[in-house]
Protein backbone atom coordinates (compact mmCIF):
# COMPACT_ATOMS: atom_id res chain seq x y z
CA UNK A 1 0.00 0.00 0.00
CA UNK A 2 1.79 3.35 -1.12
CA UNK A 3 1.28 5.70 1.45
CA UNK A 4 2.07 10.02 1.04
CA UNK A 5 4.63 11.77 2.90
CA UNK A 6 1.88 13.22 4.97
CA UNK A 7 -0.05 10.47 5.41
CA UNK A 8 3.24 8.82 7.08
CA UNK A 9 3.56 11.78 9.38
CA UNK A 10 0.24 11.75 10.64
CA UNK A 11 0.49 7.72 11.15
CA UNK A 12 3.91 8.16 13.05
CA UNK A 13 2.29 11.69 15.26
CA UNK A 14 -0.61 9.58 16.29
CA UNK A 15 1.20 6.12 16.60
CA UNK A 16 2.70 4.63 20.19
CA UNK A 17 6.28 4.56 21.03
CA UNK A 18 7.03 1.21 19.98
CA UNK A 19 5.75 1.59 16.03
CA UNK A 20 7.94 4.63 15.98
CA UNK A 21 11.15 3.02 16.66
CA UNK A 22 10.08 0.50 14.58
CA UNK A 23 10.01 3.03 11.75
CA UNK A 24 13.10 4.88 12.18
CA UNK A 25 15.12 1.23 12.29
CA UNK A 26 13.33 0.28 9.56
CA UNK A 27 14.62 3.60 7.53
CA UNK A 28 18.05 3.26 8.88
CA UNK A 29 18.39 0.18 7.35
CA UNK A 30 17.04 0.67 4.13
CA UNK A 31 19.67 3.99 4.35
CA UNK A 32 22.81 1.08 4.75
CA UNK A 33 22.11 -1.04 2.29
CA UNK A 34 21.42 1.91 -0.50
CA UNK A 35 25.05 3.04 0.71
CA UNK A 36 26.98 0.02 0.72
CA UNK A 37 25.45 -0.70 -2.85
CA UNK A 38 26.28 2.63 -4.33
CA UNK A 39 30.11 1.73 -2.50
CA UNK A 40 30.29 -1.69 -4.35
CA UNK A 41 29.00 -0.28 -7.76
CA UNK A 42 31.67 3.09 -7.58
CA UNK A 43 34.00 0.15 -6.65
CA UNK A 44 33.16 -2.40 -9.80
CA UNK A 45 33.07 0.58 -12.13
CA UNK A 46 36.69 2.59 -11.08
CA UNK A 47 37.99 -1.73 -11.07
CA UNK A 48 35.98 -1.79 -15.01
CA UNK A 49 38.05 1.34 -15.83
CA UNK A 50 41.75 0.39 -14.96
CA UNK A 51 41.31 -2.79 -16.91
CA UNK A 52 40.47 -1.31 -20.39
CA UNK A 53 43.45 1.82 -19.36
CA UNK A 54 46.10 -1.27 -19.61
CA UNK A 55 48.55 -0.52 -21.62
CA UNK A 56 49.85 -3.29 -23.83
CA UNK A 57 52.09 -1.26 -26.30
CA UNK A 58 56.13 -2.25 -25.93
CA UNK A 59 58.23 -0.92 -23.56
CA UNK A 60 59.46 2.21 -24.90
CA UNK A 61 63.59 1.84 -24.91
CA UNK A 62 65.18 4.79 -22.41
CA UNK A 63 67.92 6.97 -22.69
CA UNK A 64 70.14 6.95 -19.98
CA UNK A 65 72.89 9.76 -19.37
CA UNK A 66 75.72 7.17 -20.29
CA UNK A 67 73.63 6.36 -23.87
CA UNK A 68 75.11 7.42 -26.72
CA UNK A 69 72.70 8.38 -28.65
CA UNK A 70 71.51 11.12 -26.32
CA UNK A 71 74.59 12.74 -25.84
CA UNK A 72 75.01 13.05 -29.66
CA UNK A 73 71.30 14.52 -30.24
CA UNK A 74 72.20 17.47 -28.97
CA UNK A 75 75.53 18.30 -29.89
CA UNK A 76 74.51 17.80 -33.41
CA UNK A 77 71.53 20.46 -32.94
CA UNK A 78 74.30 22.63 -30.67
CA UNK A 79 77.29 22.97 -33.18
CA UNK A 80 75.27 22.29 -36.97
CA UNK A 81 74.80 26.02 -38.11
CA UNK A 82 72.87 26.82 -41.62
CA UNK A 83 70.28 25.00 -43.48
CA UNK A 84 70.16 21.48 -42.91
CA UNK A 85 69.22 20.11 -46.46
CA UNK A 86 72.28 22.29 -48.02
CA UNK A 87 75.01 20.08 -47.58
CA UNK A 88 72.96 17.32 -49.56
CA UNK A 89 73.50 19.61 -52.92
CA UNK A 90 76.44 20.28 -52.18
CA UNK A 91 77.45 16.65 -51.99
CA UNK A 92 75.73 16.24 -55.24
CA UNK A 93 77.16 18.85 -56.50
CA UNK A 94 80.94 16.90 -55.75
CA UNK A 95 79.67 13.82 -56.80
CA UNK A 96 78.32 15.31 -60.44
CA UNK A 97 81.40 16.50 -61.01
CA UNK A 98 83.44 13.18 -60.91
CA UNK A 99 80.77 11.26 -62.22
CA UNK A 100 80.55 12.82 -65.30
CA UNK A 101 84.13 13.81 -66.09
CA UNK A 102 84.92 10.36 -65.72
CA UNK A 103 82.02 9.29 -67.84
CA UNK A 104 83.87 11.55 -70.66
CA UNK A 105 87.09 10.63 -69.92
CA UNK A 106 86.16 6.33 -69.74
CA UNK A 107 84.22 7.12 -73.18
CA UNK A 108 87.03 8.92 -74.83
CA UNK A 109 89.22 6.56 -73.65
CA UNK A 110 87.47 3.57 -74.89
CA UNK A 111 86.05 5.17 -78.42
CA UNK A 112 90.11 6.28 -79.62
CA UNK A 113 91.16 3.05 -77.63
CA UNK A 114 89.32 1.16 -80.13
CA UNK A 115 90.66 2.84 -83.00
CA UNK A 116 94.04 2.69 -81.92
CA UNK A 117 93.63 -0.99 -81.49
CA UNK A 118 92.34 -1.46 -85.44
CA UNK A 119 94.96 0.75 -86.79
CA UNK A 120 98.14 -0.54 -84.72
CA UNK A 121 97.03 -4.17 -86.53
CA UNK A 122 98.30 -2.70 -90.12
CA UNK A 123 100.38 0.01 -88.97
CA UNK A 124 102.21 -0.73 -85.11
CA UNK A 125 104.80 1.31 -85.47
CA UNK A 126 102.02 4.57 -85.15
CA UNK A 127 100.51 3.42 -81.73
CA UNK A 128 102.79 5.68 -79.72
CA UNK A 129 102.21 8.78 -81.95
CA UNK A 130 98.13 7.76 -81.88
CA UNK A 131 97.87 7.27 -78.09
CA UNK A 132 97.57 11.31 -78.10
CA UNK A 133 93.32 11.14 -77.89
CA UNK A 134 93.61 8.80 -75.16
CA UNK A 135 96.40 10.69 -73.02
CA UNK A 136 93.70 13.91 -73.65
CA UNK A 137 90.55 12.17 -72.63
CA UNK A 138 91.79 10.48 -69.44
CA UNK A 139 93.27 14.52 -68.30
CA UNK A 140 88.92 14.60 -68.28
CA UNK A 141 88.93 12.82 -65.25
CA UNK A 142 91.06 15.25 -63.53
CA UNK A 143 89.25 18.05 -63.99
CA UNK A 144 86.31 16.76 -62.04
CA UNK A 145 88.35 15.28 -59.44
CA UNK A 146 89.53 18.97 -58.89
CA UNK A 147 86.59 20.02 -58.39
CA UNK A 148 85.03 17.65 -56.00
CA UNK A 149 87.84 18.41 -53.83
CA UNK A 150 87.54 21.77 -53.83
CA UNK A 151 83.45 21.48 -53.04
CA UNK A 152 83.59 18.77 -50.20
CA UNK A 153 86.27 20.94 -48.75
CA UNK A 154 84.27 23.82 -48.91
CA UNK A 155 81.33 22.11 -46.99
CA UNK A 156 81.76 21.68 -42.97
CA UNK A 157 78.95 23.31 -41.17
CA UNK A 158 80.35 22.97 -38.21
CA UNK A 159 82.85 25.36 -38.39
CA UNK A 160 81.44 27.92 -40.71
CA UNK A 161 77.51 28.12 -41.67
CA UNK A 162 76.47 26.52 -45.01
CA UNK A 163 72.75 27.85 -46.40
CA UNK A 164 71.06 26.64 -49.33
CA UNK A 165 72.45 29.28 -51.49
CA UNK A 166 75.99 27.53 -50.83
CA UNK A 167 74.62 24.15 -51.58
CA UNK A 168 72.87 25.83 -55.07
CA UNK A 169 76.79 27.05 -55.35
CA UNK A 170 78.15 23.95 -55.48
CA UNK A 171 76.04 22.13 -56.95
CA UNK A 172 75.82 24.28 -60.16
CA UNK A 173 80.09 24.11 -60.02
CA UNK A 174 79.43 20.28 -60.39
CA UNK A 175 76.84 20.06 -62.93
CA UNK A 176 79.21 22.71 -65.05
CA UNK A 177 82.89 21.11 -64.61
CA UNK A 178 80.73 17.52 -65.19
CA UNK A 179 78.93 18.15 -68.09
CA UNK A 180 81.38 19.92 -69.91
CA UNK A 181 84.00 17.47 -69.55
CA UNK A 182 81.39 14.70 -70.52
CA UNK A 183 81.36 16.70 -73.68
CA UNK A 184 84.63 17.13 -74.31
CA UNK A 185 84.89 13.38 -73.70
CA UNK A 186 82.81 12.54 -76.41
CA UNK A 187 84.07 14.70 -79.15
CA UNK A 188 87.53 13.33 -78.16
CA UNK A 189 86.42 10.28 -78.17
CA UNK A 190 84.82 10.27 -81.93
CA UNK A 191 87.58 12.37 -83.46
CA UNK A 192 90.24 10.36 -82.24
CA UNK A 193 88.66 7.02 -83.62
CA UNK A 194 88.16 8.39 -86.91
CA UNK A 195 91.42 10.41 -86.93
CA UNK A 196 93.72 7.53 -85.94
CA UNK A 197 92.56 5.33 -88.44
CA UNK A 198 92.57 8.07 -91.19
CA UNK A 199 96.46 9.35 -89.69
CA UNK A 200 97.65 5.35 -90.81
CA UNK A 201 96.66 6.09 -94.43
CA UNK A 202 97.36 9.95 -94.63
CA UNK A 203 100.11 10.92 -92.72
CA UNK A 204 99.72 14.69 -92.79
CA UNK A 205 96.47 14.62 -91.02
CA UNK A 206 98.36 14.34 -87.87
CA UNK A 207 98.68 17.85 -87.46
CA UNK A 208 94.33 18.72 -87.94
CA UNK A 209 93.66 15.52 -86.08
CA UNK A 210 96.09 17.10 -83.18
CA UNK A 211 94.36 20.66 -83.69
CA UNK A 212 90.66 19.19 -83.13
CA UNK A 213 91.31 17.39 -79.72
CA UNK A 214 92.80 20.62 -78.05
CA UNK A 215 90.00 22.23 -79.18
CA UNK A 216 87.35 19.59 -77.87
CA UNK A 217 89.65 19.41 -74.91
CA UNK A 218 89.12 23.32 -74.45
CA UNK A 219 85.29 22.43 -73.69
CA UNK A 220 85.94 21.01 -70.35
CA UNK A 221 88.68 23.34 -69.40
CA UNK A 222 85.88 25.94 -69.57
CA UNK A 223 83.78 24.02 -67.69
CA UNK A 224 86.72 23.91 -65.21
CA UNK A 225 87.06 27.49 -65.35
CA UNK A 226 83.67 28.27 -64.27
CA UNK A 227 83.14 25.54 -61.80
CA UNK A 228 85.91 27.17 -59.53
CA UNK A 229 84.05 30.48 -60.36
CA UNK A 230 81.15 29.60 -58.82
CA UNK A 231 82.47 27.02 -55.94
CA UNK A 232 84.24 30.65 -54.73
CA UNK A 233 80.74 32.28 -54.60
CA UNK A 234 79.44 29.94 -51.71
CA UNK A 235 79.40 31.41 -48.72
CA UNK A 236 78.67 34.75 -49.42
CA UNK A 237 75.51 34.54 -49.18
CA UNK A 238 75.39 36.49 -45.33
CA UNK A 239 77.81 38.45 -43.64
CA UNK A 240 79.18 36.13 -40.59
Known sequence: ????????????????PSLVLFFSSALNSRVRIDRE???????????????????YSLPRRRLTPSDPAKREIPEMASTFSGDETAPFFGFLGAASAL?????????GTAKSGVGVASMGVMRP????????????????????????????????????????????????????????????????????????????????LFVGMILILIFAEALALYGLIVGIILSSRAGQSRAE
Open 1 to 16: MNLSNKTCVQLLDTSP
Open 37 to 55: RKKKEKKKKKHFTNQNRRD
Open 99 to 107: VFSCMGAAY
Open 125 to 204: ELVMKSIVPVVMAGVLGIYGLIIAVIISTGINPKAKSYYLFDGYAHLSSGLACGLAGLSAGMAIGIVGDAGVRANAQQPK
